[in-house]
């Protein structure tokens, strides 16, 4: 297979939207020596940063320390060897299971892809089933 599949904890904070926001929200990260493996926006009922960390330990121990509400929600981090068609035996296991993908976001470099998909907490379940996860690959990052 050339793919990977985790199911990972990603952080979420709202933010305000305003110029330099996700300039001073990485500032932070990187002077706490924290980095991310995914970063994305999301603008639903406000500005929201979700961010995948390889240390979520640390993003928690930041928020805490600067008093920043941060929530959290298991997400999928998919990497794999980029080609035509990369996610579509994904995204067919997912829609034969009948569940709704919420978000998506994906890129592709060095002919390599990730993509982070989303779904509502009702479905993570019947997602990581549908993805061929067990509980033994399951947990934070």
Request: hydrophobic residues 50%.
């Amino acid at each position: 297979m050339s793919h990977t599949i985790r199911q990972v904890t990603a952080a979420v904070v709202q933010v305000s939207d305003e110029v330099g926001v996700l300039h001073r929200v990485l500032c932070v990260l990187r002077d706490a020596g924290v980095n991310m493996l995914a970063i994305a926006s999301q603008r639903r009922q406000g500005m929201a940063l979700m961010a995948i960390p390889e240390d979520m330990m640390a993003v928690r121990d930041l928020a805490g320390q600067r008093g920043v509400h941060m929530q959290t929600r298991q997400v999928f981090l998919i990497e794999g060897d980029d080609r035509v068609g990369a996610l579509c035996e994904i995204t067919k296991a997912i829609a034969d299971a009948g569940i709704s993908i919420e978000d998506v976001a994906a890129l592709s470099a060095s002919r390599r892809y990730a993509a982070v998909l989303t779904f509502a907490d009702a479905d993570l379940e019947a997602a990581a089933k549908a993805l061929g996860l067990d509980e033994a690959e399951e947990g934070e990052s």
